[in-house]
């Protein structure tokens, strides 16, 4: 599997991944946004609160973005590579200019650059889906896209484990390099991250013209190959995924007494299995079917979390929680790979802004229903339910369908 890496387009591929990886690791869950919240926030409360609206700022408007670039093609426009390199450097640049937010500054400031970098994210995220199609060949995409999973999930471990060796080294001069605070370095190191390893990658598609067809033609297209079907079983499936990441940190804090420290500790781990899961299944996957693996990997997440629901011993949680790791990174890069091998080139723009937008309202649903059972039955552990619920409406879908 490894040994696909001597191929320089799928190389780049893998390499653009393990790059802009960085960016949701550092910046959305596990460092700058506790920063944000702690330092430049006028409280904790308001600063959660406002990261949050930043967030389904970007959403909304990536939601938004995606739905006008599959209405231009009933115009017969196409969509060019500058508009992806566009973003890849808007990117860079917004989450560079973190740096220039301290304690002292606007509130506000900064959560316009989040916005701006996710949104940002978001599409250059909709190119990397793309170009799958484009450095590999069918009988091998179940594989190559579970080996960018892989290598991704390497990107932001060890881009995490960098970060928290520079914090551990400087916690007795108050976390400071030069004078200047690590946490404010973060987001010029992301985009440093990000510049060296996707760079390679963007450059390789010069002039490139993306097609998108025509709206109608589309949607005959995607009911002809069955994938109405998968769109309906992947927008239930993903809003689990979403709950289990958006969620994570608060169930292994508040439901089994983990610390700060304790919840990172997990988090590596998580990713370590997440790298596993996609090596191994992906070895499988152009054998067996990506709709398969998809499959077995809704059955076990929903057989785990609803098992979680039960459990109180700390140990049977880690378990638990490096098995949904094993399985929430295939599930990822299958989905991806259906639409890479079922679709013509022609409509594998418009698969994946749809994709896109599935994730877009499954950022802001999922967590939604989560927290209004909690918000009623005043108990985490009940609003846990959601989530192997959605698992199980996901499998309707292949019930009527031969898989």
Known sequence: MLSEFKHKKIRDWCLFDFGISSYPTLVITFIYGAFYAKEIAITPEIGTSNWGYAISTGSILSFLIFLLVIFKGNKNKNLGIRFFKLSFYSLILSVSLLYCFDKES?????????AISFVAFEIINLFYNLSLHNVSENEKRGLISNLGWATGYLGGLLSLISVLAILSLTELNDYKVFGQSIFLLIGPFVGLWTFVFGLKHINNYKNKVFKIVNFSSFFKNIKINSINKFFVSYFFFNNAVICIFAFASMIASFLF???????????IFINLFGIIGCLSLGKIEDRVGSEK????CIIFLLLITFTLYFINDTKIFWLLSLMIGFFIGPIQAASRSVLAKKLKSENQLSAFCVYSMFGNICSILGPFLVSLVISISSDIRQGLLVIPLFFVISLLPFVKTNV
């Open 106 to 114: 606007n509130e506000y400031l900064p959560l316009i650059f989040i």
């Open 293 to 296: 693996i998809v499959l077995t």
């Open 257 to 267: 007494g983990f610390s700060e420290k304790e919840i990172l500790k997990l988090g």
